[in-house]
């Protein structure tokens, strides 16, 4: 399995930016994806995740309602949407398959929301 996360930027409080991660070596219609972030001397956290077959979406409590969790099928890439962005959102994100800790992961995408 292989994930590879772009789309992080550099953008002040309250804009949007949209990260993608493509996959290779497994099928995002089938596999339950997840997205965590790490902010600069904190552990993991979990952010988001989709159960396709189940057609469910779950997000941790302070980004519900400002992220989106998606998969483009056709392109076997994963998307999270990110709105109404904080400074507290800063944070290197990653997408991951399987359960905590999530050992499978890309290598990650910067964002940093900052005015």
């Known amino acids: 399995v292989q994930l590879v996360e772009s789309g992080g930027d550099l953008v002040h409080p309250g804009g949007s930016l949209s990260l993608s991660c493509t996959a290779s070596g497994v099928t995002l219609s089938s596999a339950d994806m997840t997205w965590v972030r790490q902010a600069p001397g904190k552990g993991v956290e979990w952010v988001s995740t989709i159960y396709p077959k189940r057609n469910l979406t779950t997000y941790t409590s302070s980004v519900k309602g400002r992220f989106a969790i998606s998969i483009d099928n056709a392109k076997n890439t994963l998307y999270l949407q990110m709105n109404s962005l904080k400074t507290e959102d800063t944070a290197v994100y990653y997408c991951?398959?399987?359960?905590?800790?999530?050992?499978?992961r890309g290598q990650g995408t910067q964002v940093t929301v900052s005015s």
């Open positions: 991951a398959t399987g359960s905590a800790p999530w050992p499978i």
